[in-house]
């Protein structure tokens, strides 16, 4: 079954600063895609940035990269100039490539809280 | 573009009673998957439904119960409700029958009294 694990429940910057966010997953597959979500206080669970595990080269979205480390299992997520609208909680999910599999597993979350 | 929409938002049951949640996903989409989420146990699969069809289910009794419409929306049911029932729950769609990227609706949250 696959795992995935995020090891720091909180984090807290300042604004304008760069934080970076770990999570590491266990699977046995080749083939996969990883997301993080973020989730304000509103709950809306929103969609970050998403990398294929096909793709050698690093997801980014604007102010979100991702460091993907397909032989250690690792997928950290940088936040460069961080902004107040970024505090959230911030869930890393593993979806397996496999045929009519649409299961996502999350990570237990990290706690991150921009400060003016 | 509409985004996934979820009735009722916020929901107050007693022990025993049963629920009916509902999820109409964005345009298009045919996937409609559901999760719960609590503090103790996070996140966690509950189905998937893809042209009317359940093609996951996780790891949730036989109480937790959906199905799909034509339309692609989603409905799950809840019977003779818990206390650990108290959650939120979401609903995502994706566009594609393949793994693909799912996009939430804004939840309901459940309260069991």
């Known amino acids: 079954a696959q795992t995935v694990t995020q090891s720091q429940p909180e984090m807290s910057v300042q604004e304008a600063e760069t934080v970076t966010l770990s999570c590491t997953y266990d699977t046995s597959e080749n083939n996969y895609y990883l997301f993080w979500y973020k989730q304000p206080p509103s709950r809306q669970m929103i969609l970050v940035i998403r990398q294929e595990a096909y793709k050698q080269q690093n997801a980014t979205e604007n102010r979100f990269s991702v460091n993907f480390q397909k032989a250690a299992k690792s997928f950290s997520l940088k936040i460069s100039d961080s902004q107040l609208g970024d505090t959230a909680m911030y869930f890393c999910?593993?979806?397996?490539?496999?045929?009519?599999?649409?299961?996502?597993?999350f990570g237990q979350g990290t706690r991150l809280t921009i400060n003016p | 573009k509409a985004g996934v929409t979820q009735t009722p938002r916020y929901l107050i049951k007693t022990r025993g009673q049963q629920v009916t949640l509902s999820c109409s996903p964005i345009?298009?989409?045919?996937?409609v998957s559901w999760y719960q989420q609590t503090p103790g146990q996070g996140l966690q699969f509950l189905f998937e439904?893809?042209?009317?069809?359940?093609?996951n289910k996780g790891n949730f009794p036989g109480r937790f119960s959906g199905r799909q419409f034509s339309n692609s929306r989603s409905e799950m049911n809840v019977s003779t409700l818990e206390l650990g029932d108290s959650a939120l729950y979401l609903c995502?769609?994706?566009?594609?029958?393949?793994?693909?990227?799912?996009?939430f609706g804004p939840g309901t949250r459940l309260t069991v009294l």
């Open positions: 345009s298009g989409h045919r996937s």
């Open positions: 999910a593993f979806l397996t490539d496999l045929q009519g599999a649409q299961k996502l597993v």
């Open positions: 995502a769609s994706s566009l594609l029958a393949s793994p693909d990227t799912q996009y």
């Open positions: 439904y893809f042209s009317e069809t359940q093609r």
